[in-house]
């Protein structure tokens, strides 16, 4: 079943329209990447779904309702999370205060949602109360990721999880990703890393120029020619 269903959608900042009908699709569950070259507006497409950008035209489907023109705030009771790129933690907080912050819009059970999140990520349950500046940028991505998770959504959108991590982090990174999406959580996931992203995703987009250029299963777009040859180094 279709989860999200972003059609011919156009959008940017002020009077700068960067995504020029772009479309793309999320099922329950699936694994989703975008990927593509530096300015290409991938990380755009996140915040527009997210209601952080100015909607122009197009349709932004989510479960059956257009949400194009929702708040923020709405789009996360909804059941859509979303980790940006930087600053996606408070560094002088705790792992669990991080956490508690999380669910913040929770009436209840939002302790035991949080040990799940620990019993998910032991490394969080041995840290979390350290505060969160002294862990690696490996450890930050992962509280940001739980963070997310706290109000179980249906859909978790990254936008470049393994930026500026270590090498040997990255597929320690991308392990994690997949544990969540093997909870049952959709994954919308932007990736720099695109032949690792490509590799581990259901389906792929390559962006370019603000509009999808090339979709398929993520096998697929891997071994076709020209998308090797023009965006993923040969």
């Known amino acids: ?88 933690v408070f560094p002088n907080l705790t792992v669990r205060e991080n956490l508690e912050l999380g669910g913040y819009t929770m009436k209840e059970g939002k302790e035991e949602r949080i040990q799940e999140l620990f019993d998910q990520f032991p490394m969080l349950q041995s840290k979390r109360n350290d505060k969160t500046y002294t862990l690696s940028g490996g450890q930050q991505q992962m509280v940001a990721m739980a963070r997310a998770l706290v109000l179980s959504p249906k859909l978790l959108m990254l936008d470049e999880p393994s930026a500026g991590l270590a090498p040997d982090l990255v597929k320690e990174n991308f392990e994690y990703v997949d544990r969540i999406r093997e909870s049952g959580t959709a994954i919308l996931m932007v990736e720099q890393n695109a032949k690792e992203a490509l590799r581990r995703c259901d389906r792929g987009y390559v962006l370019v120029q603000g509009e999808d250029r090339f979709s398929d299963t993520g096998e697929a777009l891997l071994n076709d020619e020209h998308v090797k040859k023009e965006f993923l180094g040969g």
Request: glycine fraction near 12%; charge should be negative; aromatic fraction near 8%.
């Open 1 to 88: 079943m279709t989860l999200l269903n972003v059609k011919n959608l156009v959008a940017g900042y002020g009077d700068l329209r960067i995504l020029e009908k772009v479309n793309i699709i999320v099922e329950e569950g699936e694994y989703v990447a975008i990927v593509g070259p530096n300015g290409a507006g991938k990380s755009t497409v996140m915040k527009s779904i997210f209601g952080l950008t100015k909607y122009i035209d197009g349709e932004i489907i989510y479960e059956g309702s257009d949400i194009s023109k929702f708040p923020t705030e709405e789009i996360i009771k909804l059941g859509i999370s979303y980790v940006p790129q930087n600053e996606n």
